[in-house]
């Protein structure tokens, strides 16, 4: 387990403990020292030590963190209850203040004391943020960035055709797409049209891959790999495509029921292609396996135990469905772009994270 891990199930027994015993067992003293060594282990690698809850996923460090199991979803009740978002554990915390802070998560309804250095409030999303005109159209970043999605469509065209992926290759040029696409961008500027449905599959995949490094970007969540990563498994969501019957995919009407059966098999084949790749990191298969699940746990596939979608699942989903709505309706400036959202939003809270949806719309209002 790994420092952070290792803290995270500290600071859950700890304060499972309180619960259990009393604020003053001993047991509570024995959990704020081992914590703090951890912490001041962790105040080598970071300047901080922060703990963010965006729905129910646990957000370290800008994060998404998935790593002690039963122990999160206890440790993001417990400070859900208290009606706190965020935690930040600064250098210089002594013994005194954690052995304290710890019975105060179990005291609900009652205001966190002051500590110097733990600090609490709601979470520092910048939701309602403007994002002014002369931001949006920098030309040379824009080119940039249509470079890159240029070659991004080249090499999906060719892991198409060739059903292979040059791990290093896509790595690089992602890498490219991270630095080019920040929560100024006028993402909908950049965003490609297919002109067949042989266009429609890199230039649908590449629009979900900007469209969720996008997201992560302008909520300030991930670092450079996280949103690289999350680029790739937007690239690649819809891979799962190839191993279906290409004749249910082609029907544009009358599907039948074998081919929608047919069709929603391909999360299923994306996870397993990609969960057998050599270099590719996890989140691929994860995304998309679930990019067809819904926030409120309908969709597809459906699992024999209730599966929550990753929160980067419900990031791409949301990218996946407003590119392919967009689709349809051929970009123009205003109304046709304010009827996808206004479709998406009689979906939120159902279909996606209303939170994230919410976010992403206020995003790309700014653009138009
Ligand atoms: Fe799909
Ligand atoms: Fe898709």
């Known amino acids: 387990m790994d420092t952070a891990a290792s803290f995270l199930s500290t600071l859950t027994s700890a304060i499972s403990n309180c619960a259990l015993y009393s604020r003053e067992h001993p047991s509570i003293d024995e959990f704020a020292r081992k914590g703090l060594v951890l912490l001041q282990k962790l105040f080598g690698e970071s300047d901080n030590f922060d703990i963010m809850i965006i729905d129910d996923d646990l957000v370290i460090n800008k994060k998404s963190f998935k790593g002690i199991g039963l122990q999160t979803t206890n440790l993001v009740k417990r400070i859900k209850r208290k009606g706190l978002a965020r935690i930040e554990f600064l250098p210089g915390v002594t013994f005194k203040e954690l052995r304290t802070f710890i019975p105060e998560i179990l ?77 100024k961008t006028n993402v909908l500027g950049a965003l490609g049209y297919a ?10 995949a590449t629009n979900v891959s900007i469209l969720s490094i996008f997201q992560m970007k302008s909520l300030g969540i991930g670092d450079r790999i996280l949103l690289r990563d999350i680029g790739l498994a937007g690239l690649l969501h819809d891979i799962g495509k190839l191993y279906i019957s290409q004749e249910a995919l082609a029907k544009k009407k009358e599907l039948t029921e074998e081919d929608w059966q047919e069709i929603h098999l391909h999360p299923f084949y994306g996870a397993r292609v990609l969960s057998s790749l050599d270099g590719l990191p996890p989140l691929c298969a994860i995304v998309s396996f679930q990019h067809h699940m819904r926030y409120d746990g309908q969709g ?16 791409v989903a949301i990218a996946d469905c407003f590119d392919a709505l967009r689709s349809m309706r051929p970009y123009r400036k205003g109304l046709e772009m304010k009827e996808v959202f206004a479709m998406m939003r009689r979906d939120s809270s159902h279909a996606f994270n209303p939170f994230l949806l919410k976010h992403f719309i206020q995003r790309l209002y700014k653009t138009l």
């Open 107 to 183: 005291e609900v309804g009652k205001k966190i004391p002051d500590f110097p250095h733990i600090k609490t409030g709601v979470i520092d999303i910048r939701t309602e943020e403007a994002v002014k005109d002369e931001d949006v159209n920098s030309g040379e970043s824009m080119t940039f960035l249509s470079q890159q999605l240029e070659t991004m469509r080249e090499i999906y065209k060719e892991i198409l055709q060739l059903r292979r992926i040059g791990i290093n290759t896509v790595n690089g040029v992602m890498e490219n797409m991270v630095s080019a696409v920040s929560e």
């Open 195 to 204: 002109h067949s449905r042989e266009e429609f599959a890199y230039v649908h």
């Open 300 to 315: 597809y596939p459906q699992t024999v135990s209730p599966m929550k979608q990753h929160i980067c699942s419900q990031v």
